[in-house]
């Protein structure tokens, strides 16, 4: 049974900084990522990391303000976000995909695991 445990979330002012932590999303996963979602919308991409190929993407709202790491030894997968604004409040999930396909994974239907959620509320 694949377990995937966010923390790491909380309150941060517009500028400052938190990380995210996906517990049990490393191991033998094609990818990881996370996405985030607001009560009535989707759940949006943020970032991946390609296991074995060791690549990133990011979505463009991102880019240069979060970054997604691999602590293999623990087993673990972080979003450090950087330079926080009020848009990003939402609740971020990690998601992790067992088999890779022709590209990365970029849309949440393509993840077979999922975590329970950590909310991040960013105040201007």
């Known amino acids: 049974q694949v377990e995937l445990v966010e923390s790491g979330g909380g309150l941060a002012k517009t500028g400052e900084s938190l990380r995210l932590s996906c517990a049990g999303g490393s191991g033998n996963f094609h990818a990881v990522g996370w996405f985030r979602q607001v009560p009535g919308e989707d759940r949006d991409f943020v970032a991946v990391?390609?296991?074995?190929?060791?690549?990133?993407y990011y979505a463009d709202s991102v880019k240069g303000r979060f970054t997604v790491s691999r602590d293999p030894a623990e087993n673990t997968v972080h979003l450090q976000m950087n330079n926080l604004r009020p848009e990003d409040t939402a609740v971020y999930y990690c998601g992790a995909v067992l088999h890779g396909g022709s590209g990365p994974p970029l849309w949440s239907y393509e993840y077979d695991y999922w975590g329970q959620g950590t909310q991040v509320t960013v105040s201007s």
């Open positions: 990391y390609i296991t074995q190929m060791e690549k990133t």
